[in-house]
T-cell receptor, first 108, second 118 residues
Framework: RKEVEQDPGPFNVPEGATVAFNCTYSNSASQSFFWYRQDCRKEPKLLMSVYSSGNEDGRFTAQLNRASQYISLLIRDSKLSDSATYLCVVKAGNQFYFGTGTSLTVIP | GAVVSQHPSRVICKSGTSVKIECRSLDFQATTMFWYRQFPKKSLMLMATSNEGSKATYEQGVEKDKFLINHASLTLSTLTVTSAHPEDSSFYIC??????????????FGEGSWLTVV
C-alpha cells in the first residue's frame, strides 16, 4: 500500500465551479501535511500547509481528518489560472511522502 | 519564503558523458535535501535523500553508482549523472528541508533541471 494516495484525475471543471481533492495517508503517526501546486514543466510550489483545525486562504480551504486519515483541498470559484497539478505531501518522522498529484483543468 | 536554487536549468549532453546538477539553499540551512526525477505527465519519483555530511540514502531501484549525490555543506547538494544515456533524459528536481519555519517541517523545491542526453 502506498504511503499517500491521490486520485490522479484529470478533473475538468468550468470556470467558477467548486472542486475538491482528497488525499489519503497510511501512517497514523504522520504529523505534518501540505498541498503543493505544480504547473506544467515547473517545480512544485507550496500552496498551503494543512492544520488540524482546517485553514483557509482566499478561495482555498484545506482540511485534515485524522480519524479517517485524509486531507482535502477545496477550491471555490475556480479560475483558469488554477489549472495545474496538486500534490499532497505528508510528513511522518523525518520522511516526506508525496501523492502522485491530481490534475485540474479549469475550462472557460 | 525560502529559496532553493538549482543549476543548470537545462543541459544537453552527449551519451556517455557525466552531468552535474547543483542544488543550493540560498537563505537557510538545509539539513536534508531530496532528489527527484519526473517524466513528462508523470508524478515525482524520489531518487534519494541526503543529509549533510553523510552518504545519501537511495530509493529502491535507483543506482547509486550512476546517480552520485554529494551533500558537502548545509547549503549545497549535487547530483551527478554518470555515463548518461538517452533514457536518463528527464526533469530532475531537488528539494530542501529547512529551518526557516523553526521546525524544519517544510520542504522547498528548486526550479528543476531538464536533462537531455543525445
Amino acid at each position: 500500500r502506498k504511503e499517500v494516495e491521490q486520485d490522479p484525475g484529470p478533473f475538468n471543471v468550468p470556470e467558477g465551479a467548486t472542486v475538491a481533492f482528497n488525499c489519503t495517508y497510511s501512517n497514523s503517526a504522520s504529523q505534518s501535511f501540505f498541498w503543493y501546486r505544480q504547473d506544467c514543466r515547473k517545480e512544485p510550489k507550496l500552496l498551503m500547509s494543512v492544520y488540524s483545525s482546517g485553514n483557509e486562504d482566499g478561495r482555498f480551504t484545506a482540511q485534515l481528518n485524522r480519524a479517517s486519515q485524509y486531507i482535502s483541498l477545496l477550491i471555490r470559484d475556480s479560475k483558469l489560472s488554477d489549472s495545474a497539478t496538486y500534490l499532497c505531501v505528508v510528513k511522518a518522522g523525518n520522511q516526506f511522502y508525496f501523492g502522485t498529484g491530481t490534475s485540474l483543468t479549469v475550462i472557460p | 519564503g525560502a529559496v532553493v536554487s538549482q543549476h543548470p536549468s537545462r543541459v544537453i549532453c552527449k551519451s556517455g558523458t557525466s552531468v552535474k546538477i547543483e542544488c543550493r539553499s540560498l537563505d537557510f540551512q538545509a539539513t536534508t535535501m531530496f532528489w527527484y526525477r519526473q517524466f513528462p505527465k508523470k508524478s515525482l519519483m524520489l531518487m534519494a535523500t541526503s543529509n549533510e555530511g553523510s552518504k545519501a540514502t537511495y530509493e529502491q531501484g535507483v543506482e547509486k553508482d550512476k546517480f552520485l549525490i554529494n551533500h558537502a555543506s548545509l547549503t549545497l547538494s549535487t547530483l551527478t549523472v554518470t555515463s548518461a544515456h538517452p533514457e536518463d533524459s528527464s526533469f530532475y528536481i531537488c528539494s530542501a528541508r529547512g529551518r526557516t519555519d523553526g521546525s524544519g517541517n517544510t520542504i522547498y523545491f528548486g526550479e528543476g533541471s531538464w536533462l537531455t542526453v543525445v
